[in-house]
C-alpha cells in the first residue's frame, strides 16, 4: 500500500485499471490451460474458451494501457515512463514495479506472437506461450507487493480465487493427465507448486498485510512522511 498518497483520479484510476488487468490475466490464463487440456462440456464448448481466451488477453492489454499511463500522471509517486518499461530502474519499489513492468512487457509479448501465430510456426511459438507461467505469478506478486488495496477482504478474495483456479488447473489437472511419460518431473513440478503456495502465503502474511510494508517495499524516505492517506489500513 501507498504511505501517503494525493488521491488523484489518476491513483484511483490506476487502481481500478491494476485490478481488473489482474482479473482479467488470470481469466485469460486458466483459460489457455483449458484450451490445453481440451476442457469442455455440454454447457461449455471448446469454441468458447479459444474465443474468449484470446479476447481476454486483447482487453487485459488495453486495461494495461489505462492501469499504466495512470500509474505515471499520478503525480504521487513521481513515475516517469523509463520506470514504466525498463525493469527495476524505478526509484519507487524498484522490486515491487519491476515484477509488473516485466510481466506487462511478456503480457505484450505473449499476445503478439498469439497474433502471428501462423508465420512464427507452432512449435516457436509455442515455447514463447511457456512465458505465461512465469508472467503470471510476476502480476501477482506485483500486485500483491505494491497495491493500495492489498489489505481489504475483495483484494484477497480476486487473488485467492484467482490463485485457486491457478493450481487446480496446472496442478490438479494439467500434472495429473499431461505428460504421461515424465512421471517424476511432473512430481517435482507438483511439490514445487504446493511449497510456492506456501510460500506466497507466508510472505503475504508477513510482508505486504503488516503495516511496515511500505518501507520495506522500498517506498523512497521522502514519500513516506506524515500527511492524511485515503489510503485505507489493512
Ligand atoms: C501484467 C501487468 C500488470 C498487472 C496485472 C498489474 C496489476 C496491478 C494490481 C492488481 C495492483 C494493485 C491495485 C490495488 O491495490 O487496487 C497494481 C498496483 C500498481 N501498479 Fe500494476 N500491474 C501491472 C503492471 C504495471 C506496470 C508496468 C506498472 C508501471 C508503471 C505498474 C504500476 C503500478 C503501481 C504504481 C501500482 C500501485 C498503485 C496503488 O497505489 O495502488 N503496474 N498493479
Known sequence: MLAVSTGSPYWFASRGAGTVSAVLLSATVVLGMAQTVRFR??????????????????????????????????PFAKLGLRDALVPFASWYRPLWLGMGVVAAELTLALTVTSLVRRRLGFRLWRTLHWLAYAC???????????????????????????????????????????????????????????????????????????????????????????????????
Not at 481466451?53 to 499504466?68: G, M, N, P, Q, W
Not at 490438479?172 to 513440478?189: D, K
Not at 502474511?205 to 517506498?219: I, M, V
Open 41 to 74: 462440456s455440454t454447457f461449455w464448448p471448446r469454441y468458447l474458451t479459444i474465443g474468449l481466451h484470446r479476447d481476454l488477453s486483447l482487453l487485459t492489454l488495453a486495461f494495461l494501457v489505462i492501469h499504466i499511463t495512470s500509474a505515471v500522471l499520478d
Open 136 to 234: 503470471w505469478p510476476l502480476a501477482l506478486l506485483h500486485g500483491l507487493g505494491t497495491g493500495s488495496d492489498v489489505g481489504r477482504r475483495w483484494f484477497l478474495a480476486l487473488d485467492g480465487a484467482a490463485v485457486l483456479a491457478f493450481f487446480l488447473f496446472l496442478v490438479v489437472w494439467r500434472l495429473s493427465f499431461g505428460w504421461p511419460r515424465l512421471a517424476w518431473p511432473r512430481l517435482a513440478a507438483a511439490a514445487l507448486s504446493g511449497l510456492a503456495l506456501v510460500a506466497l502465503a507466508l510472505w503475504a502474511l508477513n510482508g505486504p498485510l503488516t503495516p511496515g510494508w511500505a518501507r520495506a517495499a522500498g517506498t523512497p524516505e521522502v514519500l513516506l512522511g506524515g500527511g492524511a492517506s485515503p489510503t485505507p489500513a489493512p
